[in-house]
């Protein structure tokens, strides 16, 4: 059976949060599918959480957007989530300017892109201002006789450091 990226798309749509922790992928909020941002193009996934917690005076809209691959995601993945996001800051600052909202791209695949520099970007880029891309998490994904499995990618670094 050949794995689409449609496929994909459907097990998060239709599996509860719930179930997608479980089996090892964070989603958290109202779920949106094939989400039109304007000229920026067309969105995966893309969550919506209102978030209230103490420190934060008002509570904000923390936002997260999927893209999705069946196969591997690297930068140019990265760099289209990223656009959905420009567009989503965009819409927002015209349409909601005194909303406080934050900003989380994941990247999803059945491979994640270790072999280019990108993969270092997932430790670097954490903001607390509103606005702006808070977070970035990448998850490969098995697919076999008991279902889908997710592993999050992180915390790489260089076998050969050189210091």
Known sequence: MKFLEKDLEDIIWESSNEKLEEKGLSVMGVKKRQLRIGNYGIADI????????DGYEQPYLDITVYELKKEKAGISAFLQAARY????SSYLEIHKPKMFFRL??????????????YIFLTDLIMSD???YINLVSNYSFEYGIDGIIF???K?????AKGF
């Open 129 to 131: 201002y509103f606005g």
């Open 151 to 153: 592993k999050q990618e």
């Open 104 to 117: 989380n791209i994941v990247l999803c695949a059945k491979e994640i892109d270790t072999s280019s520099d």
């Open 85 to 88: 996001c420009k567009g989503i």
């Open 155 to 159: 915390n790489y670094n260089l076998t």
């Open 46 to 53: 893309v969550t919506f959480e209102r978030i209230s917690r």
